[in-house]
């Protein structure tokens, strides 16, 4: 059963940074994507990076491009999302969620989901 267990969310003032890491249990595929999504309350799920298992690819939301850092470890089977210069409208609930495969893209289907980490910027 693959499970995916994030962290590292908290309060931060603007300009601040945070590392979110996400752990992930029993995915047995070597070929997959990963990425990180956030939802602030009353909107929609907005999609913030992704990376491919290869690290061929990465890609970033124009919104966090410049601020934003998606990387992952396989050996300690953790992704990460660095998240310099904060922003007020950064404020969400963040999820890294995985799908099996050789595509990789913001807008892809993703099939494994964690509970999220809520991240809190203030002005």
């Known amino acids: 059963q693959v499970q995916l267990v994030e962290s590292g969310g908290g309060s931060v003032q603007a300009g601040g940074s945070l590392r979110l890491s996400c752990v992930v249990f029993?995915?047995?595929?070597?070929?997959?994507?990963m990425g990180w999504f956030r939802q602030a309350a009353g909107k929609e799920r907005e999609a913030v990076a992704a990376?491919?298992?290869?690290?061929?690819?990465?890609y970033y939301a124009n919104s966090v491009k410049g601020r934003f850092t998606i990387s992952r470890d396989s050996a300690k089977r953790t992704l990460y999302l660095q998240m310099n210069s904060l922003k007020p409208e950064d404020t969400a609930m963040y999820y890294c969620?995985?799908?099996?495969?050789?595509?990789?893209?913001?807008?892809?289907?993703?099939?494994?989901w964690g509970q999220g980490t809520q991240v809190t910027v203030s002005s």
């Open positions: 969620a995985a799908v099996d495969g050789v595509r990789c893209s913001l807008d892809g289907f993703y099939k494994y």
């Open positions: 029993g995915y047995t595929s070597s070929s997959y994507c």
């Open positions: 990376i491919h298992s290869s690290r061929t690819y990465q």
